[in-house]
């Protein structure tokens, strides 16, 4: 009797929705960070998107992308859309200009900049929505890091003449992909910022060093754009940045910045005066030199590192490491 009433209330139980394949899942999770890990990545090697020709494009990639995330969420079965107020946030700002169409005196470029405000809110929604860990953090981090030195480096042999790239240099200021001193400046400054803060919170030996040449070069850059406004805005923000930076990883950080930014200012005593007169030879010595300094920085900190393990120098290693 009660084998038969368990039959039956096995036949009563409604059957459960197959779950999704995991693995096809994880697949198609992995497809749409790389997608919008593009959309993070490209945008400044193509005049920032400054221009119609240019936004466009990254309009019909970003709302295919959103499109590929919003599938992989129903796949997933996940139906949230804005879960923090921040979305919300970005979301009004978007709105509010679809607002400003109401009585636009040149509705064209009223719906225009409508377009730009969604897309913005579009790659911050796609970007939010890939993030499901700090491993996928830090990956996206690392690859805007990795646009900001393809900008510098691009600028760079431009300015040397290996290299040519449309208006990336003028023959007295470096531009790079951006063609205008001051929004590569402050790009480059901002990403100089972003990877001196992964440089200083993480414990990859390889990564440390990789990280101070990528400001070294992104901050030469800075100074070859000749742009007094974006120095001064840089500085101000370095201090801002190291008088927040918590505890002994303060120490870190001026140790960080002082071997780059020695590096980029001995480097352009030399490199643009090069650079301005034609002596591409002389300009890359230089580089040279700068990544040697760079490279015997490092060298010096995971010394000092490597001497506080051996011999139990707690304070040093608390501070270099």
Not at 2 to 7: A, F
Not at 35 to 62: K, N, Q, W
Not at 227 to 247: D, Q, R, T, Y
């Amino acid at each position: 009797m009660t084998k038969k009433n368990n039959v039956k209330k096995k036949k009563l139980e409604p059957e459960q929705p197959a779950a999704p394949n995991s693995k096809l899942t994880g697949y198609f999770s992995i497809f749409v960070f790389i997608l919008a890990a593009v959309l993070v990545f490209y945008p400044p090697f193509f005049r920032g998107l400054f221009f119609s020709e240019d936004i466009f494009i990254y309009h019909i990639v970003t709302a295919i992308v959103f499109l590929l995330v919003c599938i992989e969420k129903i796949y997933r079965q996940d139906y949230t859309f804005l879960r923090t107020p921040l979305d919300w946030a970005v979301l009004a700002f978007a709105l509010a200009y679809l607002l400003s169409l109401i009585g636009a005196v040149h509705p064209g470029e009223a719906f225009y900049g409508f377009l730009k405000a969604l897309n913005w809110f579009m790659v911050f929604w796609i970007v939010s929505q890939v993030i499901k860990s700090y491993r996928s953090y830090t990956w996206l981090l690392n690859i805007i890091v990795a646009a900001g030195v393809g900008v510098a480096i691009i600028g760079i042999l431009s300015a040397a003449g290996i290299y040519k790239y449309p208006s990336a240099f003028d023959g007295k200021v470096i531009m790079s992909t951006l063609q205008y001193r001051n929004a590569c400046g402050a790009y480059l400054a901002a990403i100089t910022l972003l990877a001196a803060s992964l440089g200083i919170y993480t414990r990859n030996r390889i990564l440390k060093p990789i990280y101070s040449l990528a400001a070294y070069l992104m901050l030469l850059v800075i100074i070859g754009t000749m742009s007094k406004g974006v120095w001064l805005v840089l500085l101000v923000f370095l201090l801002v940045f190291v008088a927040g930076v918590p505890g002994l990883k303060r120490l870190k950080a001026i140790y960080f910045l002082f071997i780059s930014g020695l590096a980029a200012a001995i480097t352009a005593l030399k490199f643009i005066p090069a650079v301005t007169g034609g002596q591409a030879s002389s300009a890359m010595l230089w580089l040279l030199i700068g990544l040697i300094i760079v490279a015997v920085g490092e060298l010096g900190r995971e010394l000092t590192t490597l001497a506080s393990q051996r011999w139990g120098w707690k304070k040093p290693l608390r501070l270099l490491q």
